[in-house]
């Protein structure tokens, strides 16, 4: 919207320019005495206009409206973003100036947990965090955060909130809706992300995993189903005792061991290894390797015709957990471990 005011701004500034430009070469003025020719007609004193020339007398008119309809524009502008701070109850529309960060679009109980994962000493890389949300205050009260005031599912709040420079976004689910309008709501702000930035990582939580399918067409790269989750993690527990106590450990990044995708570059010494001589050779090292991505391929897709395999919304690329099919390293795969620390070096 900006772009086409400055450039209305422009033209009206060279038709005024040009208008005091005929004034000097008819009048034989300097160009401040031609500004003062034209200024009292701005100030409503059009009253006689002295010289007999008709190039002249127009310019001076033309020069009037192009100046007030310049200055009628920025008053228009300034107070359009008076009324937007008054409407936002004394708070300015900002805008981020962040690269490679993680957007969090809406807020929920666990918000909190999430930036504080987020900025555990034991994530590699710490990332500045944006909280898009329409609450009235700040969710979460720390000074590395940046808090947007604004809706998720609204293209110009996302821009705001510099989606399109962002790594990943976070889609929260409202929990004080009813399931179905809450997946509704979480499905509308990653259709607005990804038609803003299909690059980015979406990571959106559900409650109904009934609805997975509508996000999965959204193109979410990964879908949280609370109701599943959690009911697969008590079925997990009650068959085999201490499950939930694992997968607690493994998902908090302060204590124990943890989940890591490890995507550098492999080591020649397991390139070319079978998934559980890898295993093996890692197991030394007290790292236990679980999945791996690579490209796919119709080859590997037969090769692994026993396992089962996940299609991921990176164009050619599949995940396998723990292979029973014979599978080989190869450089370029992303291992999936879990490790005391995040590995720098495998």
């Known amino acids: 919207m900006l772009r086409p005011i400055l450039s209305?701004?422009?033209l009206l500034l060279i038709i005024y320019f040009a208008s005091v430009l005929v004034v000097m070469a008819y009048e034989g003025i300097d160009f401040a005495s031609a500004n003062i020719e034209i200024l009292p007609v701005f100030f409503g004193e059009l009253g006689i206009i002295a010289s007999p020339h008709a190039a002249v007398q127009i310019s001076i008119i033309v020069g009037m409206i192009a100046s007030v309809t310049v200055v009628v524009i920025i008053t228009a502008k300034i107070t359009s973003v008076f009324?937007?701070?008054v409407r936002r109850g004394g708070v300015m529309a900002k805008k981020v100036n962040l690269s490679g960060h993680t957007i969090i679009c809406g807020w929920n109980f666990q918000g909190e947990r999430v930036i504080k994962?987020?900025?555990s000493a034991d994530v590699r890389q710490q990332r500045g965090v944006v909280v898009l949300d329409d609450s009235e205050k700040r969710p979460f009260k720390d000074e590395r955060v940046e808090f947007i005031k604004g809706d998720p599912s609204q293209d110009a709040d996302l821009k705001r909130a510099g989606v399109m420079k962002a790594d990943s976004v976070i889609?929260?689910?409202?929990?004080?809706q009813g399931?179905?309008?809450?997946?509704?709501k979480a499905l509308m702000v990653v259709l607005a992300v990804e038609s803003l930035n299909p690059k980015v990582h979406t990571c959106a939580q559900i409650v109904n995993s009934?609805?997975?399918?509508?996000?999965?067409?959204a193109h979410?790269?990964?879908i949280i189903c609370l109701d599943q989750v959690g009911g697969s993690l008590a079925v997990a527990s009650a068959l085999n005792h201490g499950v939930s106590r694992i997968v607690s450990e493994l998902l908090n990044f302060n204590l124990g061991s943890e989940f890591y995708r490890y995507d550098r570059r492999i080591s020649d010494g397991l390139v070319g290894k079978d998934f559980t001589e890898a295993a093996q050779m890692l197991a030394k090292e007290h790292i236990i390797l679980l999945a791996v991505e690579t490209e796919y391929s119709e080859e590997l897709r037969k090769q692994l015709s026993k396992d089962v395999v996940y299609g991921l919304p990176e164009e050619d690329r599949i995940m396998v957990v723990n292979p029973q099919s014979d599978y080989a390293i190869r450089q370029g795969d992303a291992l999936f471990v879990i490790a005391e620390s995040e590995p720098h070096k495998l």
């Open 8 to 10: 209305i701004l422009i």
């Open 83 to 85: 009324v937007e701070f």
């Open 171 to 176: 889609v929260l689910t409202d929990l004080t």
């Open 117 to 119: 994962e987020l900025f």
């Open 220 to 222: 979410a790269d990964e």
């Open 179 to 184: 399931a179905n309008e809450a997946d509704a």
């Open 210 to 217: 009934a609805n997975r399918m509508h996000l999965e067409h």
